[in-house]
């Protein structure tokens, strides 16, 4: 494999990993957003429970009925966190996995970067060497033709 194709295959890895990189921070992003859907749903959750809180029963039916409402509102803010703590467990775990793919982008980067001088300063060297070739077969021929 030349080098030349060498480079072209890095950069080509190295658009890889950053796709790697945005489908991770996507991922991220849509964990985040599930985060907030779960605490505005708690928080209207506990709306509703202290508006229920203090509304007052007028007779034991409905203060029964408001018992078992306040119940099941404890209920649903309940599973509510338990999904809440999930998700933030389940994003830390996606926010370790964007930090992976970063370091491995960055890694692939600076390769590719040391590989592309490495290639120009060889393509420079044999520049400087047809150059000085040149130049040295020019003296010669001026030497000679005196």
């Known amino acids: 494999m030349n080098a030349r194709h060498h480079l072209q295959t890095m ?19 849509a964990k985040h957003a599930l985060q907030s859907r779960y605490r505005r749903n708690i928080e209207r959750l506990d709306a509703l429970g202290a508006a ?19 119940g ?10 338990q999904d809440l703590a999930l998700s933030l467990a389940d994003a830390e775990i996606s926010r370790q996995a964007l930090v992976q793919a970063r370091l491995k982008r960055e890694a ?12 120009s300063r060889e393509g420079e060297v044999r520049e400087q060497k047809r150059t000085d070739d040149a130049a040295v077969l020019s003296w010669q021929r001026q030497q000679h033709g005196r």
């Open 11 to 29: 950069s080509l890895m190295l658009n890889l990993r950053q796709r790697d990189v945005e489908r991770a921070a996507d991922e991220l992003k």
């Open 52 to 70: 229920a809180s203090s509304s007052t029963a007028f007779n034991a039916s409905q203060a029964l009925n408001m018992s078992a409402y306040k």
């Open 108 to 119: 692939m980067a600076q390769v590719r970067d040391v590989t592309a001088l490495r290639l």
């Open 72 to 81: 099941q509102l404890a209920t649903l803010r309940l599973g509510q966190q």
